[in-house]
């Protein structure tokens, strides 16, 4: 199947912005679940609110759209009333980690066999350029004009303590390791969480003064390494697989609570 066969093309051109690193992460999203053979029918897109979120409606699966937020608790209903599905959240800061963030980790703990795609660049994109949970300390945003004087989350370290199975990380510019990342993520029996550092140069590249697409994504580049990788410059982002683990998945734990409660 064309990667082009996955998508609505009577939905494009695309809303997002010159540049944007969300085209990226679709791109190599379709391209994970092309080398995966998936049949579209099998796979359920929920999306919240946001830049990010319109992910759902380019994409020629069974999809969702929903409240800001409330992607991860839509999916969660979904997942339990079709378990067979494959179902994928993209989301970006705050849908994930603002508003959203306690059905994250409640998502993370419970270890519900879904894939969430966090696409963090840093800023809330769609309603003016906010700052968000992801900005980070000593950045300009729209809504802090003198400075964000808020620390940022960790979105590896978080979803490793909530009890995420998978957990991962990769940037729109290394668009192998995130098709690869992705496969590996859809594929894991678990709750996993993919975050993908993605470039904003509307908002947060202008207000930063990191210039355009090109620039933020050569940051990305020279500012990231791969996990386990020996250097002499501590603040370099580590990518790659952070945790891979199997343990039970609330799925099938709740099928054996109906099989006891029946044989009762």
């Known amino acids: 199947m064309a990667i082009k ?23 190599g999203l379709l391209r994970a679940i092309d080398e995966l053979a998936m049949s579209k029918n099998e796979i359920v897109m929920v999306s919240g609110i946001g830049c990010s979120s319109r ?10 759209h929903t409240l800001h937020g409330r992607a991860l608790a839509f999916a969660t209903g979904v997942k339990m009333s079709l378990p067979r599905l494959k179902v994928i959240i993209p989301m970006g800061d705050g849908d994930a980690l603002a508003i959203g963030g306690n059905h994250f980790i409640h998502a993370a703990r419970r270890n519900i066999d879904m894939t969430a795609i966090i696409m963090n660049n840093r800023i809330y994109g769609m309603t003016g350029g906010q700052y968000s949970p992801l900005s980070g300390h000593g950045t300009l945003a729209t809504t802090s004009p003198y400075y964000n004087i808020d620390h940022a989350f960790d979105v590896a370290e978080l979803s490793k303590a909530a009890g995420a199975s998978f957990v991962a990380r990769t940037t729109t510019y290394h668009v192998q390791q995130m098709k690869d990342i992705l496969k590996a993520a859809i594929l894991h029996k678990g709750f996993s969480v993919v975050e993908i550092l993605s470039q904003c140069p509307t908002y947060f590249g202008r207000k ?43 799925c099938s734990e709740y099928e054996k609570v109906i099989e006891r409660a029946k044989s009762r």
């Open 208 to 250: 930063n003064k990191q210039g355009g697409a090109a620039e933020m994504m050569e940051w990305f580049k020279n500012n990231t390494k791969p996990i386990g990788s020996k250097t002499e410059n501590p603040n370099l982002i580590e990518r790659g697989i952070f945790v891979q683990k199997d343990i039970p998945e609330y």
């Open 5 to 27: 066969d996955y998508i609505r093309e009577r939905f494009f051109p695309h809303i997002w912005c010159a540049g944007c690193g969300h085209g990226i992460v679709l791109n």
């Open 55 to 64: 992910i759902s409606g380019y994409v020629d699966f069974h999809t969702l």
